[in-house]
């Protein structure tokens, strides 16, 4: 069985810039969440895709969008960036959107912007 | 949202058993209790969860009161890789799934 990862690893943009980071769920998982977390924080929840639509969001503003394949593989990309956008994204993936499904994450990408 | 407790930090020597408490005084009916816990850097790693009867897998224990309202997560021999930082999660109902992270219980476990 293959968990989640995730590409790239590390990467480092520049204020303004746009980014794309991208996922692969568990096998046989159909749902994806992405997580932000600041250094000294608990991960914050951005958004879940389910089938390839939105399918929950929280407070974080429309330049963080994302999408999710046929394959459940999914992107979370990023405009107009800002120095608060430096953290660690996490995805995360879960089969169906079940109260007790469990999210299983994957490694982060370590963002960075200067 | 239920809210969880969690003491900021705790040690532990090695070999022992680790206990950390999580308070939900405000759970409903339908809400589970997840335990994860995030090693340095690292994505967090799912632990175990539960709903009302204690549950038990090859990571750890959890230990729910009779009320609901806290519950226990027990690292029964606990080892320096268990160093991390363990987070007591409530699920929301109906609200798409996501998982709400408070601050977690550092956990430092010492030779």
């Known amino acids: 069985e293959t968990g989640v990862t995730q590409s790239p690893t590390h990467l480092i943009k520049t204020r303004g810039q746009q980014v794309t980071l991208r996922c692969s769920s568990q096998?046989?998982?159909?749902?994806v969440s992405w997580y932000q977390q600041a250094l000294g924080q608990g991960p914050q929840f951005i958004f879940q895709?389910?089938?390839?639509?939105?399918?929950g969001r929280g407070n974080f503003p429309p330049r963080f969008s994302g999408l999710q394949f046929p394959n459940y593989s999914s992107e979370l990309n990023v405009n107009a960036l800002e120095l608060d956008d430096s953290a660690l994204y996490l995805c995360?993936?879960?089969?169906?959107?079940?109260?007790?499904?469990?999210?299983?994450f994957g490694p982060g990408t370590r963002l960075t912007v200067t | 949202d239920a809210k969880t407790t969690q003491p900021p930090s705790m040690d532990c020597a090695e070999g022992r058993a680790a206990n950390l408490p999580c308070n939900h005084s405000?759970?409903?009916?339908?809400?589970?209790v997840y335990w994860y816990r995030q090693i340095h850097s690292q994505g967090p790693q799912y632990i175990i969860h539960g709903l009302k009867n204690n549950e038990t897998n090859e990571m750890a224990s959890l230990i729910i009161t009779e009320d609901r309202k806290s519950s226990t997560l027990i690292l029964p021999h606990a080892t320096l890789r268990d160093t991390a930082v363990y987070y007591c999660?409530?699920?929301?109902?109906?609200?798409?799934?996501?998982?709400?992270f408070g601050g977690g219980t550092r956990l430092m476990v010492k030779p």
């Open positions: 995360a993936s879960s089969f169906g959107t079940l109260k007790q499904g469990t999210q299983y």
């Open positions: 999660i409530v699920r929301v109902p109906n609200a798409g799934n996501m998982l709400t």
């Open positions: 895709y389910y089938r390839e639509e939105e399918n």
């Open positions: 096998s046989g998982h159909n749902t």
């Open positions: 405000t759970i409903s009916g339908n809400e589970y």
